[in-house]
């Protein structure tokens, strides 16, 4: 068995079998091509067998010679791998990157997990820019994007980044007892609700279930928003009912302040996840992906 200090010559004969040649193998490593010669003569001495037959044509491997250069070549190749691994974690990655999301997201997902880069990656700079609209973010540069469910553009990968979730129709006490509770979402019609609008101007009509079905509801009211933080808002001021992730409003609904309805009807959404292009992911935004993804 080859010892440890004779690595160098293991690795010459590896060479030599991938060129064809001494000569060919001298050549890509810049070494004088007796020496080549040498060492592997010398590995096959202390080895006990014979491992290249040399003609003045060609070189061929001995059954000895294909086993050892495939049992080296697949050491090697490991070797470079791990060395590969341990490259990535000594450099810490650095770069700006850029995120298009809602400020729903921002701030109950993307705040939450990436707050560790303070002391995992200091030097990468993030970039939370908070918009309702899905935008084209190569058009517009960004590295990445967040929205709900995983259909993205072709040419895109979508990560998983939480759970799914629940819509939930809430008001103030106030509220009910000036207009009653809704029993079925019918009942939504002589309420007043705030309205989401997208970032093409459309208006979101609310999707609620009822015996498999989808029922829409066009909210009809005085106040409309483009963001569903001021959705909530605007309920816990009495100004209408709001149709918003349950968890925007969970700590409102414990303490009494919003009162939750029609909650056998209301849709559960898929969770938010992170596309990107698939193409040339930075070690940046690969510590992003890996941080966010569950």
């Not at 930075?282 to 941080?291: M, N």
Request: net charge positive; hydrophobic share 40%.
């Amino acid at each position: 068995m080859a010892k440890r200090e004779n690595y160098n010559d293991l690795y010459l004969f590896m060479q030599v079998v991938r060129e064809g040649s001494f000569t060919a193998a001298a050549h890509r490593l810049g070494l004088a091509q007796s020496g080549i010669s040498r060492s592997v003569r010398e590995l096959e001495e202390r080895l006990g067998v014979q491992l290249l037959v040399r003609t003045t044509r060609r070189l061929s491997l001995t059954h000895a010679g294909e086993k050892l250069y495939r049992t080296i070549e697949a050491g090697f190749d490991a070797l470079d791998m791990g060395l590969d691994t341990l490259a990535h974690y000594r450099q810490s990655p650095s770069g700006t990157v850029r995120i298009n999301a809602s400020q729903h997201a921002i701030d109950k997902l993307l705040l939450p997990k990436l707050a560790v880069f303070k002391k995992s990656y200091p030097d990468i700079r993030l970039e939370l820019i908070s918009e309702s609209r899905f935008v084209d973010i190569i058009a517009e540069r960004f590295d990445a994007g967040v929205r709900p469910g995983p259909e993205v553009g072709s040419g895109m990968v979508a990560v998983r980044i939480s759970p799914d979730m629940e819509m939930a129709v809430v008001g103030t006490p106030d509220h009910f007892r000036r207009y009653g509770f809704p029993q079925v979402p019918a009942d939504l019609a002589v309420h007043p609700c705030i309205a989401y609008q997208f970032g093409d101007g459309k208006l979101y009509s609310w999707e609620l279930h009822h015996n498999g079905k989808k029922i829409t509801h066009r909210p009809q009211g005085q106040w409309i928003f483009t963001d569903s933080y001021m959705e909530a808002k605007a309920a816990r001021l009495g100004l209408g009912l709001a149709y918003v992730p349950e968890e925007l409003v969970s700590d409102d609904l414990e303490q009494g302040s919003l009162i939750r309805v029609l909650q056998r009807y209301s849709q559960r959404l898929e969770g938010s996840f992170l596309y990107y292009p698939h193409r040339n992911v930075s070690p940046a935004l690969r510590a992003v992906i890996d941080t966010l993804r569950i």
